[in-house]
């Protein structure tokens, strides 16, 4: 544990905004605050049954808006190797496997749907 932390302060402060799994960190979200003004949350990785109507809605229209693309960017490189963009897109960082192929990529994008479905199935109850 202590190498990694180590390790991780021996990177250049820009290489510690980005998450080598996909995303941002802690340290990148505020950054992208102080440069821009914005307020990024870090992705949903609870369980179904400990997500708010907010995650659900947040994660769902993440996977869909990703995911649900007609026409998706490389996900893998030509040495096999997940592309930036697949890892931009943090599935990882969003408690998902980072998607190798279409129909995994695809596989995300429905999980997102049926999310969203709950979610605006839940909030027609209330």
Known sequence: MKAS??????????????????????AGRSA??????????????KALSDMTLQDMRRKGSWAVRFYGRKKLPPLVDGRGRPTRHALSLSAHAWGEPVPR???AARRIAAKGERL??????IKQKN
């Open 5 to 26: 932390k180590k390790a991780a302060r021996e990177r250049p402060a820009k290489a510690r905004e980005k998450d080598p799994k996909g995303g941002l960190t802690a």
């Open 32 to 45: 992208f605050a102080r440069r821009d003004g914005s307020h990024l949350k870090p992705g949903v990785t």
């Open 101 to 103: 192929t279409v129909a």
């Open 116 to 121: 969203l479905q709950r979610y605006r199935r």
